[in-house]
């Protein structure tokens, strides 16, 4: 009979959040959750949970930009699947799950991903604007950012197609 996830070794973060908590809460009298625990905890894992799920799909859709835009780095990703993973994608799971070091023969892939996210960053940030404090556009104009957010959206301006053609 199989053992369950914890015997295992697999653990969910809220599995780790509780027991941490539970540990530390054994010289209380009581075990009971507390109201701000649960506040703070529900509010980290809904947080944990959309910034994986939204930078993923961000990125992923960029990726698939990056095919439809240049149709030669979807047939040379496809080419390299097929010779590691082989024809079709059937048993491409059960073939990765078994030998997950197939993925680290997958430079090309690697390199379409890193690119990916150099031009296209799936994390940005905003910022209070300050006194004094400008943002200058391509024209030189300059605009106060006082009073205002500033967002921040680091992205590269210039695609290295010299980055997808070295890789092995």
């Known amino acids: 009979m199989a053992g369950n996830r914890w015997e295992m070794g697999g653990k969910s973060i809220v599995d780790l959040v509780l027991t941490a908590y539970l540990t530390e809460a054994a010289d209380r009298k009581t075990r009971a959750i507390d109201n701000e625990f649960k506040y703070f905890t529900m509010n980290q894992v809904k947080l944990f ?40 994608d059937s048993k491409t799971a059960a073939l990765v799950q078994s030998n997950p070091f197939l993925l680290s023969q997958l ?12 031009l296209y960053p799936a994390v940005s940030s905003t910022r209070a604007g300050e006194p ?37």
Not at 107 to 118: G, N
């Open 107 to 118: 430079p090309f892939t690697s390199a379409v991903i890193k690119e990916t996210l150099r």
């Open 132 to 168: 004094g404090f400008n943002v200058t556009d391509n024209q030189g104009r300059r605009y106060p950012t006082d009073d205002f957010l500033v967002w921040g959206q680091p992205t590269a301006n210039t695609p290295r197609p010299e980055v997808l053609a070295s890789a092995r």
């Open 49 to 88: 949970l959309f910034s994986g799920h939204d930078t993923t799909s961000s990125t992923v859709c960029y990726i698939f930009y990056v095919f439809a835009t240049q149709p030669a780095v979807l047939a040379r990703l496809r080419a390299e699947h097929d010779s590691i993973l082989g024809l079709g």
